[in-house]
């Protein structure tokens, strides 16, 4: 593998990374100070985001098959991993929460999920790994953060933190299909490297939206 895919996600990655002041919830997590009640939406809400976004990744894999069997590899491992995301999310959601019938998603929430349903609809597949790639890595430091402070402050055993240690953990295979999936783009001449920092801001942003919403629950 040739050194500039690596160094596209590298810089990209970088340029897109978030203050890391400005996400209003999960400094209260760490610190114990968030409400249990809190915990339960970021639960609930997660039981609507990883479903949609798994098969949201299914239909980009599907999307790229033929043209781009790089990004669909990438694609595939994606959807799976929301798959088993999901069988963790469901013990954190009995540890956290007994409402799931009854809850109401934010739509602050459940705007991150909308978009990367319509980046699977409307978007070149190799651009859509760029962004996804370098919006991922705010993701798991957050998912590491609140893994721990759920552990120290609020008592939850490792099976209702285990969503959280998913995302926690880096991943060389998924990093390594990213890096082949860019690269293959950069050597065909298909990736749109402008739109792909596009999509990876409108993704952070929403994703910002995502832990504002929480911040405001009561």
Known sequence: MTHSARDLLRTTTAALAPDPEANPLVPRIAAGTAPRATLAALALEQ?????ADR??????????????????????????????????????????????????????????????????LNAAPADVVLALTANFSAWGGYCATIATA?????????????FFDFFAEPSPDLDR??????????????LDEKRARTYGRLLQTYEAMFWDALSATP
């Open 47 to 51: 039981t609507w985001v990883i479903p």
């Open 55 to 120: 098969r949201a990744f299914e239909h980009l894999a599907v999307r790229s098959a033929a043209a781009d069997p790089e990004a669909a590899a990438f694609f595939t491992a994606l959807a799976q991993g929301e798959a088993l995301a999901g069988e963790h999310l469901a013990a954190f959601t009995r540890a956290s929460s007994s409402e799931r019938a009854s809850y109401e998603p934010l739509p602050g929430c459940q705007a991150y999920p909308a978009y990367v349903a319509w980046l699977a």
């Open 150 to 162: 759920l552990r120290e402050h609020y008592g939850f055993t490792d099976e209702a933190c285990a």
């Open 177 to 190: 299909l990213a890096t082949a999936a860019v690269q293959a783009a950069l050597d065909a001449g298909r």
